[in-house]
């Protein structure tokens, strides 16, 4: 709980700044602007998910140090071949390859890409070598480091008239920013690593199954979530991918102040209990704690979302609020799911996941193009959403299965938590279908919401059942 406080922390105050200054970003750039940004977040993800073959998520996992320091080197070279790669495609190709894939909104700011898959690719390398570290602290400075550079990047050039360059800018600076005070900090503790050419070569082949697995199945996994923006651009238009990923970013925020935090420190714990023979106890408390965090505040938010959006953001965003509602249990889902997927590396059954990736990957896209096609926009973020929170209940099972949990505590438990968010949301959800007075909704919500609290604080933090 420490450890997931300092992270969670940190990460508050970031995205307390990120939120205090959306209103004002929100209206110095349009949502098409947003589309624009969506679809380069989606490009650079997808090949950071490429860049270093996913060695750098072995880091916490050996027992030896000499064997961890290798996996960093290795991944930082194998990372450094890859931009220089996609450098000089983009720099020969670019255009032609943006064309062919419908994405030409992307052309004018192509050589941005390789930038950001370098700053994204070691942000997560030092990022995994820090939670070996239990370096918690350093890494919560960096979430206020890359927010508040963030920030300043997209208002500044904003108001400056560049847009959308602002946003593609200040989206790289938000998640490559503090890469130094990482590097100070890991350095002052274990010293620039040297390891030996036979430790690098033994720890390549040792976790091979990263590259061979992990990797397709890490893009796969990003392909799942950030398609979407990508093929709202190809079926309607910019501006809809821009609502969409206001919707998505905004109902995530309880994912990335505490689920983030949880799965980070989830990491390190479940790679020592693998050790010890605990890993079913410590899969289990995690996975309580993220269904009893997740459901009740994301589920809300997206209730009330139209009315936050236009408030909030300003009239032209209330249509984000309607796919907000659509998407929220989905969401809701991830982020209880999301943190668990470090059991598949854990548990060394990156091929299980590979073959789920793939699934959820081929239903995704087959319901957003029929969706796109026959239903319009708001069927195709439906359908999508159907599918993410149906396969993250198959991937749960498999997990918690794999680490000895049994069906009764896979699904009775967590079931319990389900009954008691939906029972607090349900007189919210009949005061808005039956349009009672906005006071006596307030007055619920707070009702629902202090109950919601006190009964998480005393099965989390005091551990006492219900």
């Known amino acids: 709980m420490r450890h997931v406080s300092i992270l969670a922390g940190g990460t508050a105050v970031a995205q307390g700044l990120g939120i205090a200054v959306m209103p004002i970003i929100s209206r110095i750039y349009s949502p098409a602007d947003f589309g624009v940004m969506a679809v380069f977040a989606s490009v650079t993800a997808i090949l950071t998910e490429l860049s270093g073959f996913r060695y750098h998520l072995a880091i916490p996992l050996p027992k030896q140090d000499r064997y961890a320091k290798a996996l960093v080197v290795l991944s930082f070279l194998l990372q450094a071949v890859f931009v220089v790669f996609i450098s000089i495609a983009i720099l020969v190709l670019g255009k032609t390859i943006l064309s062919k894939i419908s994405m030409e909104v992307l052309i004018p700011y192509r050589y941005l890409i390789p930038v950001g898959v370098a700053g994204m690719g070691a942000y997560l390398a030092l990022t995994q070598w820090a939670i070996r570290e239990k370096l918690f602290q350093a890494i919560a400075k960096t979430r206020v480091t890359q927010s508040v550079s963030g920030i300043l990047t997209k208002v500044i050039l904003g108001l400056l008239g560049l847009k959308p360059l602002g946003l593609l800018l200040g989206s790289i600076v938000s998640k490559a920013g503090g890469i130094t005070t990482l590097v100070r900090s890991i350095i002052k503790k274990k010293?620039?690593?040297?390891?030996?050419?036979?430790?690098?070569?033994?720890?390549?082949?040792?976790?091979?199954?990263?590259?061979?697995?992990?990797?397709?199945?890490?893009?796969?996994?990003?392909?799942?979530t950030q398609i979407m923006p990508i093929l709202l651009v190809v079926f309607f238009n910019p501006k809809v991918a821009g609502l969409f990923a206001m919707a998505q970013s905004l109902l995530l925020i309880p994912s990335v102040f505490v689920g983030q935090a949880i799965g980070q420190v989830f990491v390190q714990k479940a790679s020592v209990a693998r050790y010890e023979g605990t890993i079913k106890e410590v899969s289990l408390r995690a996975y309580?704690?993220?269904?009893?965090?997740?459901?009740?505040?994301?589920?809300?938010?997206?209730?009330?979302?139209?009315m936050i959006f236009s408030f909030f953001l300003g009239e032209a965003w209330i249509e984000a609020g309607y796919f907000a509602q659509i998407i929220g249990p989905w969401v809701a889902f991830n982020f209880a799911c999301s943190p668990m997927d470090v059991l598949f590396l854990v548990a060394d059954i990156q091929g299980t996941r590979f073959l789920i990736e793939i699934i959820q990957n081929i239903l995704r896209i087959t319901v957003i193009v029929i969706g796109?096609?026959?239903?319009?926009a708001y069927w195709a973020v439906g359908l999508f959403s159907f599918v993410g929170l149906s396969v993250y209940i198959v991937k749960l099972f498999i997990l918690l299965q794999k680490t000895g949990s049994s069906k009764r505590?896979?699904?009775?438990?967590?079931?319990?938590?389900?009954?008691?968010?939906?029972?607090?949301i349900?007189?919210?959800?009949?005061?808005?279908?039956f349009k009672m007075p906005?006071?006596?909704?307030?007055i619920l919500l707070i009702f629902s919401s202090a109950l919601y609290f006190l009964i998480a604080y005393y099965t989390i933090v005091k551990k006492a059942d219900y």
């Open 191 to 224: 010293g620039i690593p040297k390891p030996l050419k036979e430790d690098i070569k033994r720890v390549a082949s040792r976790y091979r199954k990263f590259p061979i697995f992990e990797t397709w199945s890490g893009i796969l996994n990003t392909m799942g």
């Open 288 to 306: 309580s704690i993220l269904f009893q965090l997740g459901l009740f505040p994301i589920l809300i938010l997206s209730l009330f979302a139209p």
């Open 372 to 376: 796109g096609i026959f239903g319009g």
């Open 409 to 424: 505590e896979i699904f009775f438990k967590p079931l319990k938590k389900v009954f008691l968010s939906l029972g607090l």
């Open 426 to 433: 349900i007189p919210l959800l009949l005061s808005f279908l």
């Open 438 to 442: 906005f006071l006596l909704q307030l």
